[in-house]
């Protein structure tokens, strides 16, 4: 396996564009299952996510071609309905090809999917949901087993703003009979953007982006391909570590290619902590700042603080001056970056679902291990601000939703570097 190898303290100066966002990618590319014909889409971000979630579709019947900037996805004919464990086990967001399969099939077997550990997110949400569309779902031998002659509208309230949920019934709904609505849904910036694109399709669609969705269900001889390549919305996600990257180090650094308004609740949170922000239509340029000052803060979907961001967070409060709070309200086994970054010095104490953080003045390089996705970019983060040289291992979680972050910090001015396996 992978690793990198950081010496630190950096000091970052310069540009990053952030990629295309993985969590708005992935159901995207899935929608085209909904789509009988070839849909393009500009600058897919070379991830590990990304590479599965287009192997499982290939394994439908999916063709993919590749020219240049374009990546185009045609799913005319399929081979089958079947996403097996094999390819469904390493990602949660697998499971978003039960909808459209459904819908445009009126059946589906799919594997329960896997992910990183960071604890139970179950799919009986998404499985109630197909329910009231009227789908027949039965468990066996670890697959969902769906069918329906034909899917008809319903209104759907979801007992939490589950975005994969959300995600799942609005692709089912495109083909279902009549109008669904969708109440409690969430509010993510992805799921507008999987809104726009299945608009582009030629569906209407009402209210993505708030908590209330309605989706008006087409034929598949209505569905039509859009005029010009699909382009994915900037990674929020990426584009606040690298901000907090630039605060953690004393830095001078503008990232770009995201929209700041789907970052509010996370600036307006580091602007109270003393970061200096200039936000322009499509980019934040972090200014050097005094070391900043301890806060508190509670995880929610959005527009509260994306649990996404926590652990990135929780790297910068390590830090600062004074202590600060964290509280995890999405997901119950999220802090198990702590550990490896008290082997760096800092100081963190663990409560229940909150951790209390002593600002301290240096960090000191380690080897460090990766548990999940956002707890490998915290280390990373560590190990830019830590005196000495950081030996992260087990990588392959960090390129499952950063694409070439070793080298894109690398043109900021950090000393990284990857050692293959």
């Given at each position: 396996?992978?690793?990198?190898?950081?010496?630190?303290?950096?000091?970052?100066?310069?540009?990053?564009?952030?990629?295309?966002?993985?969590?708005?990618?992935?159901?995207?590319?899935?929608?085209?299952?909904?789509?009988?014909?070839?849909?393009?889409?500009?600058?897919?971000?070379?991830?590990?996510?990304?590479?599965?979630?287009?192997?499982l579709?290939?394994?439908?019947g999916?063709?993919?071609?590749v020219?240049?900037?374009?990546?185009?996805?045609?799913?005319t004919?399929l081979?089958?309905?079947?996403?097996?464990?094999?390819?469904?086990?390493?990602?949660?967001?697998?499971?978003?090809?039960?909808?459209?399969?459904?819908?445009?099939?009126?059946?589906?077997?799919?594997?329960?999917?896997?992910?990183?550990?960071?604890?139970?997110?179950?799919?009986?949400?998404?499985?109630?949901g197909?329910?009231?569309?009227g789908a027949?779902?039965?468990?066996?031998?670890?697959?969902?087993?769906?069918?329906a002659?034909?899917?008809?509208?319903?209104?759907?309230?979801?007992?939490?703003?589950?975005?994969?949920?959300?995600?799942?019934?609005?692709?089912?709904?495109?083909?279902?009979?009549?109008?669904?609505?969708?109440?409690?849904?969430?509010?993510?910036?992805?799921?507008?953007?999987?809104?726009?694109?299945l608009i582009?399709?030629?569906?209407?669609i009402?209210?993505?982006?708030?908590s209330?969705?309605?989706?008006?269900?087409?034929?598949?001889k209505?569905?039509?391909?859009?005029?010009?390549?699909?382009?994915?919305?900037?990674?929020?996600?990426?584009?606040?570590?690298?901000?907090i990257?630039a605060?953690?180090?004393?830095?001078?650094?503008?990232?770009?290619?995201l929209?700041?308004?789907?970052l509010?609740f996370?600036?307006?949170t580091?602007?109270?902590?003393?970061?200096?922000?200039?936000?322009?239509p499509?980019?934040?340029?972090?200014?050097?700042?005094?070391?900043?000052k301890?806060?508190?803060?509670?995880t929610?979907p959005y527009?509260?603080?994306p649990?996404?961001?926590?652990?990135?967070?929780?790297?910068?409060?390590?830090?600062?001056?004074?202590?600060s709070?964290?509280?995890?309200?999405?997901?119950?086994?999220?802090?198990?970056?702590?550990?490896?970054?008290?082997?760096?010095?800092a100081?963190?104490?663990?409560?229940?679902?909150?951790?209390?953080?002593?600002?301290?003045?240096?960090?000191?390089?380690?080897?460090?291990m990766?548990?999940?996705?956002?707890?490998?970019?915290?280390?990373?983060?560590?190990?830019?601000k830590?005196?000495?040289?950081?030996?992260?291992?087990?990588?392959?979680?960090?390129?499952?939703?950063?694409?070439?972050?070793?080298?894109?910090?690398?043109?900021?001015?950090a000393?990284?570097?990857?050692?293959?396996?």
């Open positions: 396996m992978d690793k990198l190898i950081v010496n630190g303290p950096c000091t970052l100066t310069g540009e990053v564009r952030v990629s295309s966002a993985k969590n708005a990618t992935l159901p995207i590319l899935v929608a085209t299952l909904l789509c009988p014909y070839p849909v393009n889409f500009e600058t897919i971000p070379a991830l590990m996510d990304v590479g599965t979630i287009i192997k579709l290939q394994s439908l999916v063709k993919l071609t020219e240049g900037p374009t990546t185009t996805l045609d799913a004919e081979a089958n309905q079947h996403a097996d464990y094999a390819l469904v086990k390493t990602m949660r967001a697998s499971v978003l090809v039960l909808g459209p399969l459904l819908a445009r099939y009126g059946q589906a077997s799919v594997s329960l999917p896997g992910g990183c550990a960071i604890g139970a997110r179950p799919v009986d949400i998404h499985l109630m197909m329910e009231k569309l027949e779902i039965h468990i066996e031998n670890g697959y969902i087993k769906a069918r002659k034909k899917l008809k509208g319903a209104v759907i309230t979801l007992p939490f703003p589950s975005v994969g949920a959300t995600e799942n019934l609005m692709m089912a709904a495109v083909l279902a009979e009549g109008v669904t609505v969708i109440e409690n849904a969430a509010m993510e910036p992805e799921i507008d953007d999987l809104a726009d694109f582009a399709q030629g569906v209407r009402e209210g993505a982006g708030t209330r969705i309605t989706i008006h269900g087409v034929e598949l209505d569905l039509k391909p859009s005029a010009k390549p699909y382009r994915v919305i900037g990674d929020r996600i990426e584009a606040a570590t690298f901000i990257a605060i953690m180090t004393g830095s001078d650094v503008k990232v770009s290619g929209n700041p308004k789907h509010s996370v600036l307006e580091l602007t109270k902590m003393g970061a200096g922000l200039d936000v322009g499509d980019f934040v340029h972090v200014r050097k700042s005094p070391r900043l301890g806060v508190a803060i509670d929610a527009p509260g603080f649990t996404d961001v926590q652990a990135q967070m929780m790297a910068l409060m390590s830090v600062v001056d004074g202590n709070i964290v509280t995890e309200t999405i997901f119950e086994n999220r802090f198990m970056h702590v550990p490896e970054m008290g082997r760096m010095g100081k963190i104490t663990l409560k229940g679902k909150s951790a209390l953080i002593e600002g301290v003045e240096s960090l000191s390089g380690a080897p460090v990766c548990t999940d996705l956002r707890a490998s970019a915290a280390l990373i983060l560590c190990a830019l830590a005196e000495g040289q950081t030996e992260i291992q087990r990588v392959y979680h960090l390129d499952r939703g950063y694409e070439k972050i070793d080298e894109k910090l690398t043109h900021l001015g000393t990284i570097r990857r050692v293959k396996a």
